[in-house]
């Protein structure tokens, strides 16, 4: 069994930055992904970026390319994002997730593609 926990969520100002972390317990060595998804009141949960923790690569959702970044510590199986010129529309609650099989890049946003969750770490960003 995974555990993940998020943390570093808060209030920010349009245009400002933030950066959330999720740390991984347990059986990490099974895992091949992490990432993050976020979810809104009364939407759907979405796919915001993952990271391979064998290969490192990278994907993200279009609507945070160039804005966002997500990287890793293996040694601390943590993973972060880093949120920059953030906006109104990324308000939500943020959802670490971690996978137990290979990255597909074609299903990498799908929620079916991961195994473990956090609770999940509120971002609001003030207009």
């Known amino acids: 069994q995974v555990e993940l926990v998020e943390s570093g969520g808060g209030l920010v100002q349009t245009g400002g930055s933030l950066r959330v972390s999720c740390t991984a317990s347990?059986?990490?060595?099974?895992?091949?992904?992490m990432g993050w998804f976020r979810q809104s009141p009364g939407k759907k949960r979405e796919f915001v970026a993952t990271i391979s923790t064998t290969a490192g690569a990278t994907y993200y959702a279009d609507s945070v390319k160039g804005r966002f970044t997500i990287s890793r510590d293996g040694a601390k199986n943590t993973v972060y994002l880093q949120m920059n010129n953030l906006k109104a529309q990324d308000t939500g609650l943020y959802f670490c997730a971690a996978a137990r099989r290979a990255i597909n890049s074609l299903a990498v946003s799908t929620t079916e593609h991961y195994d473990y969750w956090g609770r999940g770490t509120q971002v609001t960003v003030s207009s």
């Open positions: 347990g059986r990490t060595f099974s895992l091949y992904g």
